[in-house]
């Protein structure tokens, strides 16, 4: 691609004209600071962004009200220069920003109002323990306990009751609050408004979860009947702004469930569509619906819906209005975004996990340079969202870490050998050639990519290839020296100014009684196809490459037994994934052994010997091979002999092996620094 390209021609929204196609949609990223404001952290992401070349950004969950989730927050004027310093920042770069106002939760100011009642009462009654004062202690707990039950109990999980409870005068008070939002981010220099279509709004629109009787509910007119009430009154009350709606789709899984409950399904959706641009709406962007209580379901994980797979909805929305319309959902790559602008399914793309993978999306497309693809893994952005963390990249160091975290300028001219073309050391070349640096890399097999091409191969996890796709093409830009089949030698390395030693971990095989019988096999070996098994397997270690590794099994015709120590499996695997592995396992009948400690395997080779750690019990798992998947350990690497310094990044920088992200990571730091 180049400067020609579909997605980086211009396109007027409203009143605004953006300077190209490419969207960073509202994905919630929890950078903001506890009271909503935009601080140095979400500055700073977000004008990474800008820098590169994203030429519309969406802050994704925007409270008009003071919520208690920790959320962006727009509901006083002392928070306007915040999003005034924000607009400036992206302004600098002709990129131009929307706020997604949303209604987070039910009676926000009264859960609001009661969670600080209760953490009032807290704080007195550990005063009055300070002092000895064991009686107002323990009438303050009682007191702080009860506001919190209070709080939760008005906290009805994804909308359930609101929509229903909800009086016609709270429903007018939080519009009122939506426009007055807009207001404040209109006299803040912002572009556009995008309302939230899911949450409240959309559980109002959906036949699923909108239950009332009176003029909102009931028919599909009043059903969508507040959805454009706030459309008027954030038109009335910042007449200045662009306006976008975000319109949740209800779309149906393969067996013909529906997958998600607030907004609306596909006909009615496209009704809808039609009636939002007569309503002054600018731009329309189709998604998935939520409140379906697993976030993989609106931001599915790798290899469980196909790529773009809103996009038939969206292309069937672009063909009844004339405005804009943008698509988002698994558009993984720029050749995809731009297919899809040419065929006119859509008019702009929304590249959100993408974007926190590589923000250079749209220079790079001007520049055809290689492009850091997301692996839609959720490792790092999804699931931290889901309990409150901030969002990364298991592929980008900088990732949340904008404001602190950059490629340094080379010191000098260096000569870097990397030893091992794992992704630690392919992460770390990169690094140091983007300083400047003469690299070699070393690796003694005859490809790049290391234990990335075993992570591949259990089912739906091949996109993690695109890690390595990528490496080998930014590697040969870079004139990094690629040395396959190759070790290298003392006389080179000292001849460095400095080694990184990447050359990664190997898998453990437990020191047990039968561990060395034939069909006792790694997993590793398996993953790589060095060793074939079949018939019945004894999968011993239920972490992550277990439960993958048993799941590999499965889709090669194998029955299959899963021995952990602890009392669950994959108790590290993505939320968002786990349901998918349990379904995988009950549909194949896989027998779990949790809280279970093996000691041997049988004589003849043909069972497992452990013990129920629980009931203190003996348990006897007949099976065919023995599959080992107990962790791994960091290869050593003798420096005997080196001069040059030496430096460590991966799987064997420390005691513990790494995960992407922290081999990423380690070799990041590591090559930044010398």
């Known amino acids: 691609m180049s400067k020609e390209s579909n997605l980086l021609k211009p396109i007027k929204v409203g009143n605004l004209v953006l300077k190209n196609r490419i969207m960073f949609p509202p994905l919630t990223t929890n950078y903001e600071e506890r009271d909503g404001s935009i601080g140095e952290r979400s500055l700073a992401y977000y004008e990474r962004l800008a820098k590169g070349g994203v030429g519309y950004v969406v802050i994704g969950d925007v409270a008009p009200v003071n919520t208690a989730t920790p959320t962006p927050k727009l509901y006083d004027d002392s928070q306007i220069p915040t999003y005034q310093k924000l607009a400036d920042a992206l302004h600098a770069y002709d990129c131009k920003l929307a706020l997604q106002v949303f209604h987070p939760e039910y009676d926000v100011p009264g859960v609001g109002r009661l969670i600080r009642a209760s953490m009032g009462a807290g704080m007195e009654a550990e005063k009055a323990k300070a002092a000895g004062d064991m009686e107002t202690f323990a009438a303050k707990m009682e007191e702080s306990n009860t506001f919190r039950k209070q709080a939760f109990a008005k906290l009805h999980h994804d909308m359930l009751h609101f929509e229903s409870e909800a009086t016609v005068e709270q429903l007018n008070e939080i519009k009122t609050a939506m426009a007055e939002c807009a207001k404040r981010a209109e006299k803040a220099g912002v572009d556009a408004i995008e309302v939230h279509g899911d949450r409240l709004v959309g559980s109002l629109c959906s036949v699923v979860l909108n239950h009332r009787t009176d003029n909102y509910g009931g028919c599909f007119e009043n059903r969508v009947r507040f959805a454009l009430e706030v459309v008027a009154a954030i038109r009335e009350a910042a007449p200045s702004m662009m306006i976008e709606y975000k319109l949740p789709i209800v779309t149906r899984n393969a067996d013909g469930s529906l997958r998600g409950k607030g907004g609306l399904q596909e006909e009615e959706g496209i009704e809808f569509a039609k009636m939002l641009e007569k309503a002054g709406v600018d731009m329309i962007q189709v998604a998935q619906a939520n409140h379906t209580g697993n976030m993989g379901d609106t931001i599915p994980p790798m290899g469980t819906v196909p790529y773009n797979w809103t996009l038939p909805v969206a292309e069937k929305v672009k063909k009844v209005v004339s405005i804009p319309v943008a698509t988002v959902g698994r558009v993984v790559t720029a050749e995809a975004g731009e ?199 004894a999968v011993i270690g239920g972490g992550l490459v277990g439960t993958e590794t048993a799941e590999y099994l499965l889709e090669h015709g194998c029955k299959v037994s899963i021995v952990e120590m602890m009392d669950k499996i994959a108790s590290g695997e993505s939320p968002t994934i786990m349901p998918l592995i349990q379904k995988d396992f009950a549909d194949h009948e896989v027998k779990e052994f949790v809280n279970t400690k093996v000691s041997a395997v049988s004589e003849d080779g043909k069972a497992v010997l452990a013990m129920d750690t629980v009931k203190n019990e003996t348990v006897t798992i007949p099976c065919d091979y023995v599959v080992m998947a107990v962790g791994s350990k960091k290869n050593t690497f003798d420096v005997s002999g080196i001069t040059a310094p030496v430096y460590f990044a991966g799987d064997c920088a420390g005691e513990r092996t790494a995960d992407i992200a922290s081999a990423i990571r380690s070799a990041y730091d590591v090559a930044n620094s010398i």
């Not at 008019?347 to 749209?362: E, F, Q, T, V």
């Not at 850091?372 to 889901?386: E, S, Y």
């Not at 040395?483 to 000292?494: A, F, K, Q, R």
């Open 339 to 537: 297919q899809i602008i040419e065929n006119g399914q859509a008019d702009i793309i929304g590249y959100g996990r993408s974007l926190l993978c590589d923000p250079d999306i749209a220079n790079k497309v001007a520049q055809d340079l290689p492009i850091r693809g997301c692996l839609n893994c959720n490792k790092g952005c999804v699931d931290a969202i889901g309990v409150r963390k901030i969002a990364s990249c298991v592929l980008n160091a900088e990732n949340g870490n904008e404001a602190t975290v950059s490629i340094r300028p080379g010191e000098g001219s260096k000569k870097v050998v990397i030893i091992g073309g794992g992704i630690a050391g392919m992460e770390a070349a990169r690094v140091a050639a983007v300083r400047g640096y003469t690299v070699s890399l070393y690796e003694k097999s005859d490809r790049l990519g290391g234990q990335l091409h075993l992570a591949a191969k259990p089912p739906r996890k091949n996109e993690i290839l695109r890690a390595v796709e990528f490496f080998e093409k930014e590697l040969v830009r870079l004139n990094v020296k690629l040395n396959l089949n190759s070790e290298c030698t003392i006389e080179e390395m000292n001849a460095a100014d400095a080694v990184i030693v990447t050359v990664g971990a190997h898998n453990l095989i437990l020191p047990i009684a039968g561990a060395d019988r034939e069909n006792v096999v790694s997993a590793w070996d398996v993953l790589g196809g060095k060793t074939k098994v079949s018939g019945t397997c």
